[in-house]
């Protein structure tokens, strides 16, 4: 069984930084593809950024420039940092990973739990 924990979240005012971790645990070999979501109130769930196996990574627009996606694999940890954010950044946010279980592969998808992130004055 494999878990996505995240952490990091809360309550940040207008212009302030966060970040975010989730980490990968359980019976798995490593992690590929990874992805931060987000969710606010009655809007759909939408990719915030991603990053694969090679470290490549992509953005959503309302982000770029100030939040960036990276990856401990030692510690099958990834992270965002969001720095000058914004009332709009308001949600929860979501890790989800491409978890390879084992060396030779059977891959599989997997979520976190979620963590609030809150921007207001």
């Known amino acids: 069984q494999v878990q996505l924990v995240e952490s990091g979240g809360g309550l940040v005012q207008p212009g302030g930084s966060l970040r975010l971790s989730c980490a990968a645990s359980g019976s798995m070999f490593s992690i590929d593809a990874a992805g931060w979501y987000r969710q606010a109130p009655g809007k759909e769930r939408e990719l915030v950024a991603g990053?694969?196996?090679?470290?490549?990574?992509n953005y959503a627009d309302s982000v770029k420039g100030r939040f960036t996606i990276s990856r401990d694999n030692a510690k099958n940890t990834v992270y965002l940092q969001m720095n000058s954010l914004k009332p709009e950044d308001t949600a929860v946010y979501y890790c989800?990973?491409?978890?390879?279980?084992?060396?030779?592969?059977?891959?599989?998808?997997?979520w976190g739990q979620g963590t609030q992130v809150t921007v207001s004055s």
């Open positions: 990053i694969t196996s090679g470290g490549s990574t």
């Open positions: 989800n990973a491409d978890i390879r279980r084992y060396i030779w592969g059977d891959n599989r998808s997997y």
